[in-house]
């Protein structure tokens, strides 16, 4: 079986180097650098299908990292970082990450947060041949395929990461029914939500960026204040 390579940018040599003990450990080829430059490089280079990133490095930071990568590429991208407040998370998930890790941290929950996202990762099957899908949903002015993970918004193709994608295929599939943010969160990141954070709502926001006309004014996916989200039939 194939190694999947996973890219951990953090100049934190102990830190970087716990990381590489227990993915490898889980039979992930690992990358390493110590700033945002080499990090950009190896992946220009690599067949990286997740990056470890650290916000506080010198020169480019995290951040802007994540930033770069999203011009490009999907792939699923963790934060790792010590400040912990609830508008660090919804600073790091909104430069495009897919999920949040505070220092100091479990290797084994960074370990399960890997696993859950390389599922969700590797779900993206293109369809070579370009027909139309039996699982293939239409709302107003979007095509969402479910087998070639593709959403298509007048003629053009959005590129959605994997957990934007399984947001608006979960309210897709169920139209008309609102979903809470708890709900959205256990069904897509498939965990229970313990305590209230911003996480769904970011992605949301993002989401809303990339599929409507004019995000402000939501077309597709609306709000239910105080209840949830919802795509009406």
């Not at 087998?147 to 053009?156: A, C």
């Not at 599929?211 to 204040?225: F, G, L, Y």
């Amino acid at each position: 079986m194939e190694q999947i390579n996973i890219l951990v940018v953090d100049d934190d040599k102990d830190i970087a180097d716990l990381v590489e003990i227990h993915l490898i450990s889980d039979g992930y080829r690992i990358f390493k650098a110590n700033n945002a430059k080499d990090g950009l490089a190896i992946l220009e280079n690599e067949d990286i299908k997740l990056a470890i990133l650290d916000i506080m490095m010198p020169g480019i930071d995290g951040l802007s990292m994540c930033k770069i990568i999203r011009e490009t590429s999907t792939i699923p991208i963790i934060m790792l970082s010590a400040k912990s407040s609830d508008f660090d998370k919804i600073v790091g998930l909104s430069t495009g990450a897919d999920d949040y890790v505070i220092k100091p941290f479990n290797p084994l929950e960074l370990t399960a947060r890997v696993k859950s996202q390389l599922r969700r990762y590797t779900k993206f099957n293109p369809d070579s041949h370009g027909e139309k899908s039996d699982r293939e949903i239409q709302i107003k002015h979007l095509i969402i395929n479910k087998e070639s993970h593709k959403v298509i918004s007048g003629d053009k193709e959005v590129k959605l990461t994997p957990i934007e994608f399984d947001i608006l295929y979960l309210l897709a599939t169920n139209l008309g029914r609102v979903f809470s943010t708890d709900e959205i969160f256990e069904r897509v990141w498939n965990e229970k939500m313990y305590e209230a954070n911003n996480t769904v709502m970011v992605h949301i926001r993002r989401l809303r960026e990339k599929i409507e006309m004019d995000s402000r004014n939501a077309q597709i996916i609306k709000t239910v204040w105080g209840v949830g989200y919802k795509i009406e039939k």
